[in-house]
């Protein structure tokens, strides 16, 4: 099980797709004893890894303090960055406060592109000069890559950028319109596209050694079940059963991308939140409806819970539009099975 904490709304980047619509830090963000009473109650609620983003993380002073308790507590401390404040004195803080890995936003081979996106003429060069400060400390690193339909061709040669510059993984996450995401919703790949790309992925997992992962695209299960190849994971979307996320001010959604308000942790406490939610509860039971609701691989996938909310306008349950698998012996008018 993994938590999610986006330790501020600080970001010196100002990317198109941004979930958290990061840029200056909150008033209310929580203070450093707070932040060790959430990690504390994190691992006391079971969980196993905490992953450190933002905003930009880097940009809270405390993080090094922030990461070497979660360590000390026996978490596993894992970090999601731009990457561009990543110098050779940030590389080495960062493995001796105890991060085990480092995610680096890489969303073009092109640098032109990649800045655009990202809202800086220097993203690029600075998160690839992240990534080579990481190898010579010792850092794991992994890529991350944002899909939409202006790079959803040039994916597979990030793969192979990532695996040239020694990357342990290319995780590869599709576009949900949240935050500013939500002014760039028409490049959203259609669900045609997306399983194309996935298929491409799990047959590109055969050809590389660092680790593929689709990311809000669950439907990958299903693919990778269906033409037999061997990946880990068994489970698409994790959100509010191994998954959760706790927002600057405390707040607490069931993913990143899922503005969905459980509580504050400052008010109800992150266990009972875990605990208690009726919301966490509806998608334990995979309370789904729809297509997502009938399919046989609703247990290994469940559909993007995410995107779903954007397609049904505030429905979590809802079926999941990024997916064109018919259920096998159903046809579908307007959520009816007939």
């Not at 840029?23 to 450190?52: H, M, N, P, R, W």
């Not at 790079?151 to 949900?176: E, M, P, Y």
Request: include cysteine.
């Amino acid at each position: 099980m993994l938590v999610s904490w986006n330790v501020t709304k600080a970001c010196n980047l100002k990317c198109e797709h941004c979930y958290r619509d990061a840029g200056s830090a909150a008033a209310d963000e929580l203070s450093l004893e707070e932040g060790k009473v959430l990690l504390a109650d994190i691992y006391a609620a079971g969980f196993k890894l905490v992953i450190f983003s933002g905003g930009e993380p880097l940009l809270r002073a405390d993080i090094y303090k922030l990461i070497e308790y979660a360590r000390g507590l026996g978490l596993v401390c894992l970090m999601g960055t731009n990457g561009t404040l990543i110098d050779e004195k940030c590389a080495r803080q960062l493995k001796k406060a105890g991060i085990k890995r480092v995610g680096i936003s890489i969303d073009s081979v092109s640098a032109l592109a990649h800045n655009e996106f990202r809202g800086s003429a220097q993203a690029w060069e600075k998160a690839v000069a992240g990534m080579e400060h990481c190898r010579e400390a010792g850092l794991s690193f992994q890529v991350h890559t944002t899909v939409t339909k202006k790079n959803i061709r040039d994916v597979l040669s990030i793969t192979d950028f990532a695996q040239d510059k020694g990357a342990a993984g290319h995780h590869i996450f599709f576009l949900v319109a949240t935050g500013r995401g939500r002014n760039i919703d028409n490049v959203i790949p259609s669900a045609d596209e997306y399983e194309r790309l996935l298929e491409d992925i799990l047959e590109k997992q055969k050809t590389v050694a660092l680790e593929l992962k689709p990311v809000c695209a669950p439907q990958f299960v299903r693919i990778a079940r269906k033409k037999n190849i061997p990946i880990r994971f068994d489970k698409g979307c994790l959100a509010g059963t191994r998954y959760i996320c706790v927002l600057p001010n405390g707040d607490v959604h069931p993913c990143p991308y899922l503005p969905l308000l459980l509580g504050n942790v400052r008010r109800e406490g992150f266990r009972a939140l875990w605990q208690e939610s009726k919301v966490l509860d509806d998608l334990r039971r995979m309370r789904f409806e729809g297509k997502c609701g009938m399919c046989e691989f609703k247990k290994i996938c469940s559909g993007c819970r995410a995107a779903a909310f954007y397609q049904s306008k505030g429905n979590y349950l809802a079926e999941d539009l990024n997916c064109n698998y018919e259920p096998q012996g159903k046809r579908y008018i307007k959520d009816i099975a007939v």
